[in-house]
Nanobody, 115 residues
Framework: QMRVVESGGGLVRPGGSLKLSCVVS????????MAWYRQAPGKQREMVAH???????TYGDSVMGRFAISRDNHKSTAYLQMDSLRPEDTATYYC?????????WGQGTLVTVSP
C-alpha cells in the first residue's frame, strides 16, 4: 500500500527558509507526479508546486521565485525548498504522489511564519 509522509515543518521568522521532505513508500509502480499543496485555516487548499517524474516543475503564482521543488526518484522523495518566507505562507503543507494507479496524500506538516 502506497504511503506518503511529509517532514520538515516548523516555526520560522519572516524572511527565513525551510526545506520540506516527502517520502513515498510501498508503491509497486514507479512514482509519477509529486506535488506540494498547502491549506491555511479558513482557506481552500492550493497547489504550491508540482514536478513530473522527468523533473519538469510547475509553481503556484504566490510562490514563484521563492520556492523550489526537487525530487530524487531513486529515493522516491520530493523536496520543497522555501526561501523568503512570509507570514502568509503559514499553512499546513501536504504532499501528493501518484503512480498512475492511485493518488495518495500525506498527513501534512505545519509551517508557521511569525516574528
Amino acid at each position: 500500500q502506497m504511503r506518503v509522509v511529509e517532514s520538515g515543518g516548523g516555526l520560522v521568522r519572516p524572511g527565513g527558509s525551510l526545506k520540506l521532505s516527502c517520502v513515498v513508500s510501498g508503491s509497486i509502480f514507479p512514482v509519477n507526479g509529486m506535488a506540494w499543496y498547502r491549506q491555511a485555516p479558513g482557506k481552500q487548499r492550493e497547489m504550491v508546486a508540482h514536478m513530473t517524474r522527468d523533473g519538469v516543475p510547475t509553481y503556484g503564482d504566490s510562490v514563484m521565485g521563492r520556492f523550489a521543488i526537487s525530487r530524487d526518484n531513486h529515493k522516491s522523495t520530493a523536496y520543497l525548498q522555501m526561501d523568503s518566507l512570509r507570514p502568509e505562507d503559514t499553512a499546513t503543507y501536504y504532499c501528493k504522489a501518484d503512480n498512475n494507479r492511485v493518488t495518495v496524500w500525506g498527513q501534512g506538516t505545519l509551517v508557521t511564519v511569525s516574528p
